[in-house]
């Protein structure tokens, strides 16, 4: 059965997968540079943005277990672009430019309609009708393979919230933000039928892994 899974997914030691004011010069918020370091230093991940070298440890096996079996992903706008509102700049083809790094179909969730892109392998459909929908368009899409849920931290909060994710897999990293968005504030995810199956903890992060029962 084709699962909904959360891979990779990077919250402060405060709990927030972002900090204060993204923008263009900051996609994560400023002075949140150092929030995704455990990942940036793995082989799988500098591979994604055509680099060589990185770790092959435990972080590393992590990062790359997140792309297996994964046919289609869903995530929210800002994962894609810095954009607010109407789409503006036809040019922009996400944070990755021209070699995205997920050779499979994507959906992004948004409020403002726009065209299928299509990027190398990758076609990038926009879906105005809420992350059900788009988990619905997915799942077709992966054809019995999983769906990955990418942020941000809102997108993430409703799929908990509402029982849409399976299971999701959060690192912790030895960062402090001091503010930016919050992904566990005001979630029961006891109530919500969550527990935490397995813990890892690495040098650089304690990975967490999050099943619904």
């Not at 277990?65 to 995530?75: P, S, Y």
């Not at 969730?109 to 059900?132: I, N, W």
């Not at 919050?182 to 690495?202: F, I, K, M, N, R």
Request: glycine share 14%; charged share 20%.
């Amino acid at each position: 059965m084709s699962l909904i899974r959360v891979e990779s997914f990077t919250v402060s030691a405060d709990g927030y997968g972002a900090g204060r004011d993204q923008s263009l010069e900051a996609p994560m918020g400023v002075n949140a540079q150092g929030l995704h370091g455990w990942a940036f230093q793995t082989r799988t991940f500098r591979a994604m943005f055509g680099q060589e070298g990185g770790s092959e440890g435990a972080d590393d096996r992590i990062a790359r277990r997140g792309f297996e079996t994964i046919g289609a992903w869903v995530m929210g706008r800002h994962m894609f672009t810095h954009e607010r509102g109407p789409w503006s700049d036809s040019d922009w083809r996400g944070w990755w430019g021209e070699t995205p790094p997920y050779h499979c179909p994507v959906f992004v969730l948004t409020h403002h309609a726009r065209p299928d892109l299509r990027v190398a392998d990758t076609t990038f459909h926009f879906v105005t009708g809420g992350l059900e929908t788009a988990l619905t368009r997915a799942k077709a899409a992966a054809r019995g393979q999983d769906v990955r849920l990418g942020g941000g931290v809102a997108t993430l909060r409703e799929g908990f919230t509402r029982g849409l994710i399976d299971r999701a897999h959060i690192a912790v990293s030895p960062v402090l933000l001091g503010g930016g968005e919050s992904l566990w504030q005001d979630l029961d995810l006891p109530a919500l039928g969550y527990q935490v199956t397995e813990t890892l903890p690495t040098e650089h992060a304690t990975h967490l892994t999050l099943m619904r029962g």
